[in-house]
Nanobody
Framework: QVQLVESGGGLVQPGGSLRLSCAASGIRFDMYVMGWYRQAPGKQRELVASITSGVSTNYADSVKGRFIISRDTAKKTVYLQMNSLKPEDTAVYYC???????????WGQGTQVTVSS
């Protein structure tokens, strides 16, 4: 059974930084593309960043140059370093695991990120 547990959200001022973590269990980590999505009130969930087992990365245009996704295979953990945060980054951030070659997706419970002065 796949389990994804996020941590690291919170309240931060504009221009500040946060690091999100997502610890995975119940999966063979190297067989999954890991990603971070977010959903703001009244908006659809959107991809923020993803990373393959070969550490190829993909970013939404809105976060390029500010966010960095990484993964630690030994710890089965994926991270999202968020810098230069803006109020429009405010959302619930969800960890996602997608098994390579399939449409099998698993989701974490979400962690709130609020950027406000």
């Amino acid at each position: 059974q796949v389990q994804l547990v996020e941590s690291g959200g919170g309240l931060v001022q504009p221009g500040g930084s946060l690091r999100l973590s997502c610890a995975a269990s119940g999966i063979r980590f190297d067989m999954y593309v890991m990603g971070w999505y977010r959903q703001a009130p009244g908006k659809q969930r959107e991809l923020v960043a993803s990373i393959t087992s070969g550490v190829s990365t993909n970013y939404a245009d809105s976060v390029k140059g500010r966010f960095i996704i990484s993964r630690d295979t030994a710890k089965k953990t994926v991270y999202l370093q968020m810098n230069s945060l803006k109020p429009e980054d405010t959302a619930v951030y969800y960890c996602n695991a997608r098994k390579i070659g399939t449409n099998l997706n698993s989701w974490g419970q979400g962690t709130q990120v609020t950027v406000s002065s």
